[in-house]
C-alpha cells in the first residue's frame, strides 16, 4: 500500500493485478485498485475531479481525467472516508499510475488538489 497526504487528505492505494480478465497473448493486462480517501483535516471536503497519468513499461502515456470517482463527487466529514474500486487495462504486465483529486472545502467554497500517489501495476509472475 502506497500513501499521500495534502493539505489534512490522506490517500492509501492498494492494487491486484487480476488474471482472470487479462488476456496476455493479445497484450491485455488488467488491474483492479482500491482507494481510500481520508479526511484528516476538521472541514468537509468534497472531492470534484480526477486526473490520471497512467505508464506502460513499453514507455506509452495516457491521461484519464474526469468528474468525481466512479461516478460520484462524494462529500468527506471530517474523520471519515471514502473507498472505491476502479481498474485499469495495460498493454504490458508492468506499468504505474498517478494522479491528483480536485477537491472542495464546503465551508468557503475554496478547492485544492491532493495527491494520488504513484502506484505499481504489475503482474505478481513478475515478481519471481
Known sequence: MV???T???KVS???IYQPEYSNPANEHFMFAYRI???????YQV??????WVIFDSNSSRREVDGEGVVGVQPIINPGESHVYVSGCNLKTDIGSMKGTYLMKRLV???EFEVDIPEFQLIAPYKLN
Do not use: P
Not at 481510500?36 to 476538521?42: G, Q
Open 7 to 9: 493539505d489534512g487528505v
Open 13 to 15: 492505494v492498494e492494487t
Open 36 to 42: 481510500e480517501i481520508s479526511n484528516l483535516s476538521d
Open 3 to 5: 500513501t499521500a497526504i
Open 46 to 51: 468534497q472531492l470534484m475531479r480526477r486526473q
Open 108 to 110: 468557503d467554497e475554496g
